[in-house]
């Protein structure tokens, strides 16, 4: 008589069944609150960059203007194309010109 041979295996146990649903249950518990940030910051990052684009277009457009219009124009600024934004300009009158601030601002998620 010799030593027994192992037998094979062709089905996996409850309890392995019960181990792997566990710890895959944790791994989706703990990557869940990452993915969520991950989005909301794509979504912040995507308002910050209509807003930089939104800006750069207002300051095309009043860089063209001559000195008498400027100030009516950066007065009477166009709604902005971002929903529930802000658009805010204001003129200073500087020894070698005018400086234009425009401020824009809108909701955080």
């Known amino acids: 008589m010799g030593i027994p041979s192992p037998r094979k295996r062709n089905a996996v146990t409850v309890i392995e069944t019960l181990i792997s649903f566990t710890l895959l249950i944790s791994i989706f518990g703990a990557c869940m609150p990452v993915v969520v940030r991950h989005h909301q910051v794509l979504a912040d990052e995507r308002d910050y960059r209509l807003a930089m684009e939104e800006l750069n277009n207002q300051l095309d457009r009043l860089v ?17 194309s971002m929903k529930n934004a802000e658009l805010v300009g204001e003129t200073e009158e500087l020894e070698l010109g005018v400086r234009v601030t425009l401020t824009l601002r809108w909701p955080e998620h």
């Open 64 to 80: 063209g203007l001559p000195a008498a219009e400027l100030a009516d124009a950066v007065v009477n600024l166009p709604t902005p």
